[in-house]
């Protein structure tokens, strides 16, 4: 089973279509931007792990628009509490 990194990675690759190195290092401080993710690509991403993981979308995140990959892995139900 993938580490919560690995399920992002794995949603931006697949789900977004998008190209980055399969061999970049994701750490909790990596901004999403960095990967070259657009606002509506993000807005994107969270559905897709949302669909995928049961991620929560609600007006709470949106508001909070999520900046770095931490903040991504705080939002998947495995570490809701980390």
Do not use: F, W
């Not at 990194?5 to 999403?32: F, H, M, P, S």
């Not at 990967?35 to 991403?45: A, C, D, R």
Request: hydrophobic share 45%; net charge negative; glycine share 4%.
């Amino acid at each position: 089973m993938m580490d919560a990194k690995g399920q992002i990675l794995y949603v931006i690759r697949e789900d977004l279509r998008c190209e980055i190195d399969a061999n970049r290092e994701l750490t909790d401080n990596t901004a999403l931007v960095d990967l070259g993710l657009s606002s509506m690509e993000l807005i994107t991403l969270l559905l897709a792990l949302k669909r995928r993981y049961g991620v929560r979308v609600d007006a709470a995140v949106l508001d909070r628009m999520p900046a770095t990959v931490g903040d991504i892995v705080r939002l998947l139900p495995d570490h809701s509490s980390s």
